[in-house]
Nanobody, 119 residues
Framework: QVQLVESGGGLVQAGGSLRLSCAAS????????MGWYRQAPGKERELVAS???????NYADPVKGRFTISRDNAKNTVYLQMNSLNTEDTAVYYC?????????????WGQGTQVTVSS
């Protein structure tokens, strides 16, 4: 059974920091590309940051320079360090795992963790 379990969300004041974690089980974590998405009320889910199995990273423009994605394959965990948070970052944050090879694709999602930034 595949599980992606996010943690680390919460309430923080603007300008503060949070570190999200996503612990994966039931998959060969090291071969998956991992990502963090977020969904604010009334908005579509959007990509925040991603990291490939080769450790290449990609960030959405609104979070560049403030957020850092990283992974620890030994712990089957992906992290999102979020600094200089602002109220626009308020959303439910979801962990995503994707595997694609030779026409085979597997995608998994976590249950989400709420991040609320107060002004």
């Amino acid at each position: 059974q595949v599980q992606l379990v996010e943690s680390g969300g919460g309430l923080v004041q603007a300008g503060g920091s949070l570190r999200l974690s996503c612990a994966a089980s039931g998959i060969n974590f090291s071969v998956y590309n991992m990502g963090w998405y977020r969904q604010a009320p009334g908005k579509e889910r959007e990509l925040v940051a991603s990291i490939t199995r080769g450790d290449s990273t990609n960030y959405a423009d609104p979070v560049k320079g403030r957020f850092t994605i990283s992974r620890d394959n030994a712990k089957n965990t992906v992290y999102l360090q979020m600094n200089s948070l602002n109220t626009e970052d308020t959303a439910v944050y979801y962990c995503n795992a994707v595997f694609r090879l030779l026409g085979v694709e597997r995608t998994y999602w976590g249950q989400g963790t709420q991040v609320t930034v107060s002004s």
